[in-house]
């Protein structure tokens, strides 16, 4: 009996997890680096653009990236 509860509590939490990692390629505090300029991490809008306004694929950047300038502005750090 417990065996079964714990099937159905690890299934829950799969479902979970795969909604999780599904949202969290949109959140606004990644950051993201384009393809052959890996220079700069850019904040990504949700369109797709960087907020300074490059376009083209983006992945993940390192958290060793420097931030882009023209992206995170003193303000919003
Ligand atoms: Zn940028």
Same mark, same amino acid.
């Given at each position: @009996? ?5 099937? &159905?509590? #690890?299934?829950?939490?799969? &479902?979970? &997890?795969?909604?999780?990692s599904?949202?969290?390629? @949109? ?13 700069? #991490?850019h ?6 653009? !960087?907020? +300074?306004?490059? !376009?083209?694929?983006? !992945?993940? #950047? ?5 931030? +882009? ?5 003193? &303000?919003?750090?």
């Amino acid at each position: @009996m417990g065996e079964v509860v714990s099937l &159905a509590e #690890a299934r829950a939490e799969r &479902a979970r &997890a795969a909604e999780l990692s599904s949202r969290v390629v @949109m959140h606004p505090a990644l950051r993201w680096v384009r393809a052959g300029d890996p220079v700069w #991490a850019h904040r990504r809008l949700r369109d797709g653009r !960087t907020a +300074c306004g490059k !376009t083209g694929p983006l !992945t993940l #950047a390192d958290r060793t990236v420097a931030r +882009c300038p023209g992206c995170y502005r003193a &303000a919003q750090r």
